[in-house]
């Protein structure tokens, strides 16, 4: 007679700990690129830049000096937001794309679009703000000179690195991109084969072009990418295969530069996200919503604390979908979007022993602005390429840090020369003319970026981040419950089981016992359990987060997504 029950495996990365300064990104190299930072008398803006930087050459697949995202800050009294997302040509065209009839394609269920040119290739590629707001935030408050911030990763990308198997793994899931752009191929599978050795013999992946422009960025600053030979090899390059990317667009970009960012309170604390057309004012929402509850007094994952979780999100979310857009085309809310008033009503709809409908409310009624014409919603029909990384110095800087190409390989272009593979952010927009959210020339679309800090009586106590598109909301929002309310350490926030509610069901991990999921079931929830099946590990189609904490005594604690080769450590 044999057991027939299953093996059940356990995986857990342990808790980085540290006294003098802690970095925590997705990859080794990046992280001791910021290491390398705080080690020659920098601070968690020398790191944070330096590892973003850094990540861009060995992550090509997420991030990249082609794309563009968000850095919230901390440094000293001051604290902000210093935003860098990417911005629609001044070129575009509301209808600039014709439409296949298909209700909903891609990642992001938009309607499709012929030859998908919204997704793929040199159409897809909207102004790049990376190389602006990272140099934008080193001017600010770095202390190191940026040469020698950007030398790691002209290091890494002249003389080469060895990727690890979450390249080679996510590259071979990505290979029909990689086979459809020649210019891509040719830098990252040299000889047409992935970069991957053996124990004895590394295979090292070089990239001299993305090197060269690294390294004049470093010596010259921003204004080497977006202006001169580089910005013109990268627009003719674009321009020359059907593309609409100006060198007036990166002429003319400009980071933003938001004094405090978004601030809002929960259980005791201040949250800090970046504000207008991001996740920001989602996950504030959410939090502001589930402030309410008393979760403190709930059992973690219990189905009172995860319903009033689920149905906080949903409310968000409807709202999210109805109201954000950039605040220069489209009258939006913002104040009655998280005020104390619109929270307690739209908190005051929730049934704790159902789920009802989510659907948009009406937040002008709490904002001292005027309402201007109401657009159609862009809410797509469904629901990865972006990287996250934290760092917290030793005299309490910190920084959170989301940069993203968007699509895994961005757009997959890479004008010839540069190396730089570009950004695919015309995704991000609804390419039905006249919505809340559609294409308009010079327009920063809606995106999914929400990099946190928390802050407490003694400083930053928590930074939070996570990558995964539409997901990033609901993975740093329970991070910051998680770690807030119920006490949990980094590395045990991350691994403890989530929900996602991005999508119609809402998706829980194998891991929550099954009587709470059938409690869910029951009071109207549709729950889809995720985990057994999907080959990218435990959290496949969950966020994939990175966070750390500082405690009273200073003491840096850090955690990172186990199901990756995120890493972290400290001095």
């Known amino acids: 007679m044999t057991d027939a029950t299953p ?6 990365k342990s808790e980085a700990r540290a006294s003098r300064g802690m970095v925590a990104t997705k990859d080794i190299h990046a992280t001791q690129a910021g290491l390398r930072m705080l080690e020659s008398g920098g601070n968690a803006v020398d790191a944070a830049v330096a590892a973003c930087f850094a990540v861009g050459v060995v992550e090509p697949e997420s991030s990249g000096i082609g794309g563009g995202g968000y850095l919230v800050y901390q440094v000293g009294e001051r604290g902000g937001v210093v935003g860098f997302p990417m911005r629609g040509p001044l070129d575009a065209k509301p209808d600039m794309y014709e ?36 140099c934008e935030a080193h ?9 020698e911030v950007l030398a790691p990763a002209v290091s890494l990308a002249r003389d080469g690195h060895s990727p690890g198997w979450e390249n080679i793994y996510s590259w071979g899931l990505l290979s029909h991109r990689l086979f459809a752009f020649e210019e891509l191929r040719r830098i990252l599978m040299p000889g047409d084969r992935l970069p991957a050795g053996d124990a004895t013999t590394p295979a090292f992946l070089r990239q001299p072009e993305l090197a060269d422009v690294l390294e004049a960025v470093g010596r010259d600053g921003p204004q080497a990418f977006y202006a001169g030979d580089i910005a013109h090899a990268l627009v003719s390059g674009i321009r020359d295969n059907g593309g609409i990317l100006s060198e007036r667009d990166l002429a003319e970009y400009r980071p933003f530069v938001w004094e405090n960012g978004m601030e809002f309170p929960y259980a005791g604390h201040t949250v800090r996200v970046p504000p207008f057309a ?26 009172d604390a995860l319903h009033a979780y689920i149905c906080s999100a949903r409310l968000a979310y409807a709202d999210r979908f109805a109201y954000l857009a950039d605040p220069a085309f489209v009258s939006v809310p913002w104040q009655g979007l998280v005020s104390d008033g619109y929270s307690d009503l739209r908190r005051g709809l929730i049934d704790m022993q159902r789920l009802d409908s989510a659907e948009p409310g009406d937040p002008w009624a709490f904002d001292n602005g005027a309402p201007g014409e109401r657009l159609p919603a862009s809410a797509p029909a469904l629901d990865s390429g972006t990287t996250h990384l934290c760092v917290i110095d030793g005299d309490g800087n910190a920084v959170s840090l989301t940069n993203t190409l968007m699509a895994g390989f961005g757009s997959g272009f890479v004008p010839k020369g540069t190396g730089v593979v570009m950004n695919n952010g015309m ?11 559609s294409v308009m020339p010079g327009k920063y679309p809606l995106n999914n970026m929400t990099p946190a800090l928390v802050l407490d009586g003694n400083g930053v106590r928590m930074a939070v981040g996570a990558t995964g598109g539409r997901r990033i909301t609901n993975c740093v929002t329970q991070l910051i419950s998680k770690v807030v309310d119920f006490g949990m350490g980094p590395q045990e926030a991350i691994d403890a089981p989530r929900v996602d509610c991005s999508q119609p069901a809402t998706l829980v991990h194998r891991d929550l016992p099954a009587d709470v999921a059938a409690e869910l079931e029951r009071r109207g929830h549709r729950i889809q359990v995720i985990g057994k099946g999907h080959v990218q590990g435990g959290f496949a189609s969950f966020a994939s987060p990175v966070a750390i904490i500082r405690d009273p005594d200073g003491a840096l604690r850090a955690g990172v997504d186990t199901f990756h080769s995120a890493y972290a450590e400290g001095l």
């Open 278 to 303: 991001c996740a920001g004012t989602t996950s504030a929402m959410t939090l502001r919503l589930l402030d309410g509850f008393g979760i403190r007094s709930m059992s973690h994952n219990s189905p």
């Open 99 to 134: 439409l296949t009839g298909e209700a909903a394609v891609g990642n992001f269920g938009w309607p499709g679009v012929v030859d998908n040119e919204n997704l793929d290739g040199p159409r897809s590629i909207a102004t790049p703000g990376a190389v602006a707001g990272l």
């Open 427 to 437: 995704m991000w927009f609804d390419p039905v003319p006249g919505r809340v959210n």
């Open 139 to 147: 001017r600010l408050f770095g202390r190191l000179p940026l040469r």
């Open 7 to 12: 093996t059940r495996m356990t995986i857990s």
